[in-house]
């Protein structure tokens, strides 16, 4: 795709899913997120034509402006958002499918200093929540919702949300029905360890009642 083409899905997408965007010209002002990508853009068509050293160059000089720092060589798709985009570290191998949305703080990296394929690929519409880490040469399927501070290290099939450290998967039906939608509502995501601690008081509850009806019929012979 023509890069002039990917950045107007960029735009488009950004339109669509940053409720703060004021109009057209407050994002080409003031959207620090929108300039990352749209250097990523340049700087990627470089990289690829063997302009290295410039794209690298003028990557890092995009990193001091907008605070967030993307390979020349990760791979995006067209549709991209990044919200509130400073601290956004996003490494060389990566792969990002069409339209995810990521917040501000996210890293998409490695795990050590592997060669070759280290760093993670994101499926369609995924979106990372604040401060989420996602390491490693791992696959994250599409219509995925990481929740904030969650440290992803494992690979993540569809339509599922993550949360916690290290993550872990939970397929909730109250969000499975809305993975078309690019919220990420994170007071309403699911705790596995809540749902954990939960399920054994209730166990706890059933057998201290099993205990006490056995008393009662001990007591009553």
């Known amino acids: ?22 109009g057209v010209l407050d994002i080409i002002l003031n959207h620090s997120g929108f300039h990352a990508v749209v250097i990523y853009r340049i700087v990627h068509g470089l990289y690829n034509i063997g302009l290295v050293l410039l794209a690298r160059f003028i990557s890092t000089a995009g990193r001091f402006l907008t605070g967030v720092e993307i390979h020349p060589a990760a791979r995006i798709a067209p549709g991209f958002v990044i919200d509130h985009g400073m601290g ?3 490494g060389e191998t990566t792969e990002i499918g069409q339209g995810c949305l990521i917040y501000q703080g996210v890293t998409l990296g490695g795990t050590g200093k ?17 401060g989420a880490k996602v390491l490693g040469p791992i696959e994250i399927g599409d219509f995925v919702k990481i929740g904030a ?55 706890i509850y ?13 007591g009553e012979k």
Not at 12 to 17: D, M, P, W
Not at 179 to 187: K, V
Not at 206 to 215: D, I
Request: overall charge neutral.
């Open 1 to 22: 795709m023509n890069i002039f083409l990917e950045i107007r899905e960029d735009f488009r997408s950004l339109l669509q899913k940053d409720p703060a965007v004021k």
């Open 88 to 90: 956004v570290v996003i």
């Open 114 to 130: 592997e060669r070759g394929k280290r760093h993670p690929t994101l499926g369609k519409y995924v979106v990372v929540g604040a």
């Open 149 to 203: 501070n969650s440290v992803v290290l494992n690979s993540v099939p569809a339509h599922s949300i993550v949360v916690g450290v290290p993550g872990k998967v939970v397929k909730d039906k109250q969000h499975i029905e809305s993975e078309l939608t690019d919220a990420l509502d994170h007071n309403y995501l699911p705790d596995p360890v809540e749902r954990r601690l939960y399920a054994m008081e209730q166990l």
């Open 206 to 218: 059933e057998l201290q009642k099993k205990l006490e009806s056995k008393k009662d019929g001990i």
